[in-house]
Structures are given as structure tokens and as C-alpha cells.
């Protein structure tokens, strides 16, 4: 088949990108859809769909890219077969399987041949930063995760991307930014590592060349442990969760799905999870970075209550009125808590089907 189209998203100082390959020939079609991880996976997930509907093409790509929260670019068939390539050798570095189908694409990790490195691959992979508490937050990230390959492109030091104090890739969830003057700040980052909760303090001092920041030094102090009860204290968010009763139950979830494929479902035993993420990552650009609030609403579905999940006031009579509006004839509004902490997650991970109990 020869090539289509492909593009990618932006969000590579996630961690993670958004790859989609289209190939046709006569009437046929093929789509190739990739999930690549440079924290430790290479390719973390594969979808090969032939000859998709249309439907199914959208369906596919917003569970793909809708909760990254980035720009979706098109690329070159080069460009998209190197990444195939650069996070397919990932996963034998890593020695983790290939995912999927791998016959479908194992030939463009062993045989394709390009010059292209993954650094000229920045500039169309890595969202465009120009503000200072923002490129903290990333690096901060970066350095976290052990990602040499950022931290080098930043830097344009091999001492710098060798820098770490994890033993792992490890999890950025929460940081809290100090502006010193004269392109120095202070992170105080609380993070997660492979055998526990930790933070420490991360001294940058950078500059903006040719209107690109740039890494010039990295300080960092030891780690200190914390407690799991510290952590979720730190990381819990004020919720409001609103309880509906479902009629035709299969219908609605089916119609919820179609009209907002961006949600990222989880099928569980007798229940369904959905969690719907921001269209964007301005959490980064805070002083106070938390890694769950990207996360703009949670819904679960159990038995024939639905229950909503949202953070502030605003949000919470918005989504609440759009879904009473949107689905008033499955949904029957039944009541209303709020809570200092996040209460709805905690009960789906219970495994509880009353809230009513689980709360009292």
C-alpha cells in the first residue's frame, strides 16, 4: 500500500506521543495507530484497523490523542516511520513486548533505514514553550523521568542528560515552582519512585537562545521520603459528585461514547469508568503543578446509578446541566455531595456498589 497521511501529537514533553500512519491502494485502506512511551515502554499500545468507517476512524484516534491534551501535526511519511522505528528498538532496550499485531510493523523497526535522528524530531513532537514556570514544570518532569534524550535537547550537555536521582523512570505528581531571579528558580518536587514516595529540591538555571529556553545548570539536593497518607494529601483534590439514576442503561452509555469519543473508557466487571481529560496541558504552566489536573470530569456507571465526578463550582453546574439537557431521558438526577477529598475514585477502586455506605 502506499502512504497516506500521518501525523502525530505534540506532546512529547508528556512523555508520551500520539502516532497515526494511514496507508490506501485502489479502494482499500489501512490505518495504523500508535502509542509511544519514552518513559520505559517504547511502543506502549497498537490498533491496525482495515478498511474503517469513518466512525470508526474518529473512534479510534480520540481514544488514541484525546486525553494527551496537545496539537495534532501531520508529518512526513519519513518523519512517522522513524518514530515507528526510534520507539520500536525502545521496547527491545527495555526488553518489553511489541503490543498488537506486531507483524503489521515489525518490518519498519528492522528494515527501514533514515538519517533522521530523534532530535531533529523535537521541533514537530515537543509543544512550543516561551514561558519560564512552564519549562520548569517540564524539566522538572524530564528529570524525574530519567529522560536523557529531553534533558540533552535542552541542554546540549552530556553531563546534564546523565543527571538523576530516580532508580526508574519515575512520576512527577506534584511540583512547586520558586522564581529566583535572573533565570534561576527552585523546583520542590514530590515524586514517585520504584520503591516509594519522595521529594528534594531541583535548582535550574536557564536562559531563552534564539527564543528556544535552554538548560545551562542543574543542582539537586538528596531525596526525602514521605508516607503514602502524605502523598495523597498533598495530590487530593476538593470533588463534586452528582448521582443519577440510568434508564436503558446500554443505550445511554452508547450514546455518551458516540457523542464524546475523547473519553478514556475502562470496562471493569459489572461497571464502566470513564475519564474525561482538558483539551489542553495549562496545568503545566502553574507555579503549583499537580499531575491529576488535567483531568477535567470522572463518570462511572454502576448498576443503574451514573455518578459524575468534577473539581470546582463552575465546571460542576456546567457538565451537570449539559447532561440533563443533553440526556434527559436516561438520566434522573438523584443527589448532590461535596467533598474536601477526592471521593468517587476511592469508591470505584473499593469495589463497593453502594456510595451511600461507602461514604457513611
Not at 84 to 101: A, D, M, Q, R
Not at 168 to 174: A, D, F
Not at 259 to 267: F, G, H, N, R, T
Amino acid at each position: 500500500m502506499k502512504f497516506s497521511f500521518a501525523k502525530v501529537t505534540n506532546s512529547r514533553l508528556m512523555g508520551t506521543l500520539g502516532l497515526i500512519i494511514s496507508w490506501e491502494e485502489n479502494k482499500d485502506c489501512f490505518f495504523q495507530y500508535f502509542l509511544l512511551d519514552a518513559e520505559g515502554l517504547g511502543i506502549a499500545d497498537y490498533v491496525g484497523l482495515e478498511n474503517p468507517t469513518p466512525k470508526e476512524i474518529i473512534e479510534e484516534e480520540e481514544r488514541l490523542m484525546g486525553g494527551l491534551g496537545s496539537e495534532r501535526l501531520y508529518i512526513s511519511e519519513e518523519e512517522a516511520l522513524f518514530l515507528v522505528k526510534h520507539f520500536g528498538n525502545k521496547n527491545f532496550s527495555y526488553e518489553k513486548p511489541l503490543p498488537g499485531e506486531v507483524e503489521e510493523y515489525i518490518d519498519i523497526i528492522e528494515k527501514y533505514e533514515t538519517k533522521l535522528t530523534i532530535y531533529e524530531m523535537y521541533p514537530p513532537i515537543c509543544k512550543p514553550v516561551t514561558e519560564e514556570i512552564e519549562f520548569i514544570n517540564y524539566m522538572t518532569m524530564r528529570f524525574i523521568a530519567w529522560d536523557r534524550e529531553s534533558l540533552r535537547y535542552f541542554s546540549d550537555s552530556e553531563e546534564i542528560a546523565n543527571m538523576h536521582i530516580t532508580n526508574i523512570n519515575g512520576t512527577l505528581l506534584k511540583n512547586n515552582v520558586i522564581e529566583k531571579g535572573n533565570g534561576k528558580y527552585v523546583s520542590e518536587p514530590l515524586f514517585e519512585d520504584e520503591d516509594g514516595y519522595y521529594t528534594c529540591k531541583i535548582a535550574f538555571s536557564i536562559e531563552r537562545v534564539e527564543e528556544k529556553l535552554k538548560i545551562n545548570s542543574i543542582l539537586v539536593t538528596d531525596k526525602s521520603p514521605m508516607y503514602d497518607f502524605e502523598v495523597f494529601d498533598e495530590i487530593a483534590k476538593k470533588e463534586f459528585v452528582a448521582i443519577y439514576d440510568i434508564s436503558n442503561k446500554e443505550e445511554f452509555l452508547e450514546k455518551l461514547f458516540e457523542e464524546d469519543p475523547a473519553l478514556q473508557k475502562s470496562d471493569m466487571e459489572d461497571s464502566v469508568f470513564f475519564t474525561k481529560f482538558n483539551l489542553d496541558n495549562d496545568h503545566v504552566k502553574e507555579n503549583i503543578y499537580v499531575i491529576n489536573n488535567d483531568i477535567n470530569a470522572i463518570y462511572y456507571q454502576i448498576d443503574d446509578k451514573f455518578f459524575v465526578g468534577t473539581y470546582d463550582s463552575k465546571n460542576n453546574k456546567d457538565l451537570n446541566d449539559r447532561l440533563q439537557d443533553n440526556y434527559k431521558d436516561y438520566l434522573d438526577f438523584e443527589n448532590a455531595f461535596y467533598f474536601e477529598q477526592n471521593a468517587l475514585y476511592d469508591f470505584v477502586e473499593s469495589g463497593s456498589d453502594d456510595f451511600y455506605d461507602f461514604i457513611d
